[in-house]
């Protein structure tokens, strides 16, 4: 009988406290939503520490108060280990599953032995695509680098892509323009290439800048990185 009732109490006290998030979740976005220049709240979560909520809203993190009345925005800090709790934060929703991501939309290329593999986003018209693809990816070895040619900059780098793409070889018309600056010719307009598909993969995924390097454990480096940065990061992955 006495067992009955703690579960019921403790049932009771579990409900609650759900009625209770829900509600601070839902005050939260009706307080925030209308200042946040149409931008939509994706969740709303208790932090551990300082009574802050962590609110997100597309792909990146903000803090507030219970009652939505203040607006916190930059970084958290442990003190004690000086670890950046956001950028934590923000790593860990932001991660992907590596073997969703449809490789077949992408360019291949095998370096070495091939076995670590990265996938990396480009813009054909990007100065740090470029410095990218002429340092670090040009030197590392052993690696598998898929590249999703992600246009965002403009109309011109849908032309490129779709040139590159139906090029013979395609990893080398991507590394004569990106490398060595050669136009890649102009292709029939009957090729087909993927770039509207990678466009809303690259959206899908938030990416909001190129570079951005995706690696197997779903983690993600937005932005160029040198050679023995990249090194480590592929050193961490098991």
Known sequence: MLKTKVAVLLATGLLASCVEAQNTEANIKKALEPRLGG???????ETPYGGLYEVRVAGDILYTDKKGDYLFIGRVYDTKTSTDLTSARIEEINKIKFSDLPLELALKQVKGNGKRVIAVFEDPNCGYC????????????????????????????FVKSK???????????LDEWMINGKVPPSTPAACESPNDKVL???????????PAIFFTDGSRIPGAIDLKSLEAKLATIK
């Open 39 to 45: 931008a939509k709240i994706e969740s709303v979560r």
């Open 130 to 157: 470029k410095r990218l693809r002429q340092t670090t990816l040009k030197e590392i070895d052993n690696v598998t680098i898929y590249t999703f040619m992600y246009n965002i900059l403009s109309e011109d780098s």
């Open 163 to 173: 040139n590159i793409w139906c090029a013979p070889d395609r990893v080398k018309a």
């Open 200 to 210: 809303a993969l690259g959206q899908k995924l938030r990416i909001n800048g190129t």
